[in-house]
């Protein structure tokens, strides 16, 4: 299957050379000609699965197959994303592929001034990449009007919602256009996402590029138990022993970021931070930091799990596990991707073990367990089923011999 049989044109596939893109994904081999047909797609793939190039190739071509030129203040593809780090980079995609076409493309997004985006919108944009709390601004404010609508692409859905745009999106899709074209994608299909579907799609094609709700198989995942305060000591041992190279690490909260940053930067390790406390400059800064090699550990929290876009990253650390079991697929899909072999391993202590339960019922597996030796938790972690049950183990009465068993400590 070549790209060029999927009916790209030459502007496109020059573009894709460039690129060093040789062979379409599963998910652009099926999205690709349903979109050019104008169809409505909805289709399960998690970022890794090159599901940018497959809405943003045959979009491109559509804008600029077909007419009218765009007016002041319209546009005709808009892209929703959920976060700015996922909007600047589908963009940056719709840049790369369409850099031969006159076509006008740009990002919007919130915790940034609204006046150059509205400058832009002036012209009017073939296609806007937005995040749905600025693009109900800008549209509220007069800047941007939907007559000329021709697509709307809702990226990430699944995220959308788990960040509370519920009510944004609901304004924005009665604001548009009811004749359409509506690209629907999401990591996992969720109820909600497909009352979702019911409501926007008109008999959608519905592609699966990998089973429902499953991480990558290429990624080896496994847990290590251990107590809450030796996390960090636990992560540091961690990653001297096993000479780990750059590792991309998620913790629950923004301070839990700065304190596992500062313990690191004081044992010499350059690390650096992304969290939405931190202004967009400054996150892109350490993000191309990372990517350049320049920095080793990127601490991040759920913020910043969707927008990452680096390759060839070999290892994921939850240094906690995600509130929202769907978090882990998408976190753990930082790894892995193309096919190539990453690593993702949970420090779990004792009080994440429902949390663990959620992971491992949604994503269909029981995750080893390995032991980090000296690093044995004072409150073991109970067993998992896999089907979301915690097996709690009948209290022994205390004996001595009790004391030095397995995983006890003396008193
Ligand atoms: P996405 O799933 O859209 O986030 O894409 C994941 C990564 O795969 C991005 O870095 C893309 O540049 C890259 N990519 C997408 N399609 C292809 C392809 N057909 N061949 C090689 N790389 C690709």
Do not use: C
């Amino acid at each position: 299957m070549t790209f060029a049989s999927l009916g790209l044109i030459d502007p496109l596939l020059q573009a894709l050379v460039t690129l060093g893109y040789q062979t379409p994904t599963p998910v652009q081999t099926q999205a690709i000609p349903a979109v050019l047909a104008g169809r409505d797609l909805m289709a399960a793939a998690q970022t890794g699965t090159g599901k940018t190039a497959g809405f943003a190739l045959p979009l491109l071509q559509r804008m600029v197959m077909t007419g009218p030129q765009v007016d002041s203040n319209m546009v005709r593809v808009l892209v929703l994303v959920p976060t700015r780090e996922l909007a600047e980079q589908v963009h940056e995609s719709f840049k790369a592929y369409g850099g031969h076409l006159p076509l006008r493309t740009a990002v919007a997004y919130g915790g940034v001034s609204i006046n150059p985006q509205m400058m832009k919108l002036r012209k009017g944009l073939d296609v806007l990449v937005a995040t749905p709390g600025r693009l109900l601004d800008l549209y509220r404010q007069n800047a941007l009007h939907f007559d000329q609508l021709q697509t709307l692409v809702l990226d990430e859905a699944d995220r959308v919602l788990d960040l509370g745009f519920a009510e944004e999106l609901g304004a924005i899709i009665t604001a548009l256009p009811k004749k359409r074209q509506t690209l629907l994608f999401s990591a996992t299909f969720s109820e909600p996402i497909r009352a979702l579907a019911k409501v926007l799609l008109n008999k959608p094609l519905t592609v699966e590029v990998s089973p429902r709700n499953t991480t990558v198989k290429a990624i080896r995942q496994w847990v290590i138990t251990v107590d809450k305060k030796r996390k960090a000591e636990l992560f540091m041992h961690l990653l001297k022993k096993r000479r780990w190279g750059q590792v991309l690490v998620f913790v629950k909260t923004r301070k839990g970021v700065e304190q596992l940053v500062s313990s690191l930067v004081a044992q010499g390790i350059s690390a650096d931070s992304i969290h939405g406390d931190k202004p967009q400059p400054a996150r892109l800064r350490a993000l191309d930091r990372f990517k350049a090699g320049e920095v080793k550990i990127l601490v991040a929290t759920d913020v910043a799990a969707r927008g990452l876009d680096i390759e060839d990253l070999p290892m994921v650390v939850h240094f906690d596990l995600p509130i929202v079991a769907e978090d882990y697929i998408h976190r753990t899909g930082r790894t892995g991707r193309a096919g190539a072999t990453g690593e993702a391993v949970s420090l779990v202590g004792a009080d994440e073990v429902e949390l663990l339960a959620a992971i491992e019922t949604l994503t269909r597996q029981v995750l080893k367990r390995i032991d980090e030796p000296g690093f044995a938790p004072e409150h073991r972690v109970p067993d998992t089923n896999g089907l979301g049950q915690v097996i709690k183990k009948p209290k022994k009465p205390k004996t001595k011999k009790m004391y030095f068993g397995a995983g006890a400590h003396k008193p």
